[in-house]
């Protein structure tokens, strides 16, 4: 089979032809139509993968089934599914919680790092981790649900948001712009923090009552009685600061994505306000099939880039200079 395989730290991807996997008991076999490149993938390919490669980078990996092994009997051939890609250990406490994203084994289970993932024309995974896929939904469509989506969806219901509540929602890239409609499509009032004009632009159109800055979110918030909820999609931390004014007391600030800084938040705010902040990680499986229900009845799409394997390192380097709109996808 035709894979796309990071053999060194930092190098450009090769493509190579490789041994098709078989499935072992438990096991199916997907065959690959679309895999979503996530700056995860990045990550493992510059930096954390090195003592596991060569492998076979990608964790938003969609398809339809093409070999079932002992033992799995609520999956046919032919069924068109996606792969949960924390193929987790299934017995701690927290899997058997129904929470498999905080398994005590956690990142080291990750589908394109310690086992090889979906850039590639067949994946080996765990059945229990096949996620079946709305027939409204095409596999190019249904790919960065697999991350984007269901972080931001598990990142919204972490944060306790509730019907009717105000929910702001910080960074308007690949999280964010598929936050806003899971957002509104959950019951909520919907702003939306960018310093772009363009991408406030593009978040009204998605379902924001209101986008702009910080400052003038936080202002506009601060009129209607405040946020309930703040989703932190952006790496940067600084408009949390900025959004305080907006802010609702007991309202929450859920991390979903953050680096390299302190938290910009006075302590006095917390006590002042009775803040809660809340640290969100991925999604269970239950969030993928919630997240792809929602997408499906309320017409939620991602807005994707389409590449082949031949120019997968391409859309790579879009990707370190931030030049993706808003998800890339690799079409196999």
Known sequence: MRAAVAETPGAPLAIREVAEPTPGPGEIVLNVRACGLCYTDLRVIDALGGAAMPLIPGH???????????????????????????????????????????????????AGLAFDGGYAEYLRMPADHAIALPDALSFEDSAPFFCAGLTSYAGLKNGNLQPGQRVAIVGIGGLGHLAI????????????VSSSPDKSALAVELGAVFAGDAPSVAAELAKRGGAHVVLQTANSLTPLAQLLPGMAKQGTIVLAAADGELLPIPPAFFTALQLRVVGSFYGSRQDVRDVLTL????????????YSFDELNDAHDRMRANLVRFRAVLVT
């Open 60 to 110: 938003e990996a969609v398809g339809v089934v093409a070999a079932i092994g002992g033992g799995v009997a609520a999956i046919r051939v032919g069924d068109r599914v996606g792969a949960h890609a924390l193929f987790t250990c299934g017995d701690c406490v927290y899997c058997r919680g129904g929470e498999e994203e905080a398994c005590v084994q956690g990142f080291t289970r990750l």
């Open 181 to 192: 409609p899971i957002a509104r499509a959950m019951g909520a009032e919907v702003y939306a």
């Open 295 to 306: 997408a499906a009845e309320h017409g939620i799409r991602p807005i994707i880039e389409r």
